[in-house]
């Protein structure tokens, strides 16, 4: 069945480095990649997005990339800061179906 | 403009009983859709409704069932309770076909204990 694999499920940084999440989906009907952010007993948080007919966007500090013929995707962060420290998810959309990754535990240490 | 709302935020219940829980959308928004969030598996998709239709659903078994009603607001129902039933359940709405956007917004989720 579709699945969604995320690495690495633990990301640990020093304040002002950079983090990248990378993801990995099977099912080609997806076609809508969306990251979310959850903090300790909040609703996940839409952060950025990217449609299948688009390769990188970028918002700020965040930036996702996607290479659909490898089916992957990933989520870059420049300049962590404590704040964003915080569970993140990323998900694959298609046929009104969204499939999320096991998702990866980032510790921004100041 | 009002985010998700869910009802109830909290609820324990016992083995074998079965449970209704509450989603209503952003206005506007015409799809809903249902997770359920488990520090074991993750956020794991349940089903997906729109125009008070089931468009898919995900593998579980069939005492997880859901509608939706004309004003879009939706319901899941699980019947027969069992201990791995216990969750956070969050619902997600969205905008529909026909808009070009496929944003999801989360509501802030049920918390099920079953006992």
């Known amino acids: 069945g579709e699945n969604v694999e995320q690495h690495p499920s633990t990301l640990s940084v020093q304040e002002g480095d950079s983090a990248v999440i990378k993801c990995t989906y099977s099912?080609?009907?997806?076609?809508?990649f969306p990251w979310y952010k959850q903090e300790l007993g909040k609703r996940p948080q839409l952060i950025i997005d990217?449609?299948?007919?688009?390769g990188e966007k970028k918002d700020q500090r965040i930036a996702v990339t996607l290479n659909k013929t490898a089916k992957h995707f990933s989520l870059h962060i420049t300049e962590t800061q404590p704040e964003d420290s915080a569970v993140y998810f990323c998900?694959?959309?298609?046929?009104?179906?969204?499939?999320f990754g096991a998702g990866t535990r980032l510790f921004v240490k100041a | 403009k009002a985010g998700v709302t869910q009802t109830p935020r909290y609820l324990i219940k016992t083995r074998g009983q079965q449970v209704t829980l509450s989603c209503s959308p952003i206005s506007g928004h015409r799809s809903v859709s249902w997770y359920q969030q488990t520090p074991g598996q993750g956020l794991q998709f349940l089903f997906e409704?729109?125009?008070?239709?089931?468009?898919n659903k995900g593998n579980f078994p069939g005492r997880f069932s859901g509608r939706q009603f004309s004003n879009s607001r939706s319901e899941m129902n699980v019947s027969t309770l069992e201990l791995g039933d216990s969750a956070l359940y969050l619902c997600a709405s969205s905008l529909g076909p026909g808009t070009e956007s496929y944003e999801q917004y989360f509501g802030p989720g049920t918390r099920l204990t079953v006992t």
């Open positions: 099912d080609s009907a997806s076609n809508y």
């Open positions: 990217i449609r299948s007919n688009v």
């Open positions: 998900a694959g959309t298609g046929g009104f179906k969204t499939i």
């Open positions: 409704y729109f125009s008070e239709t089931q468009r």
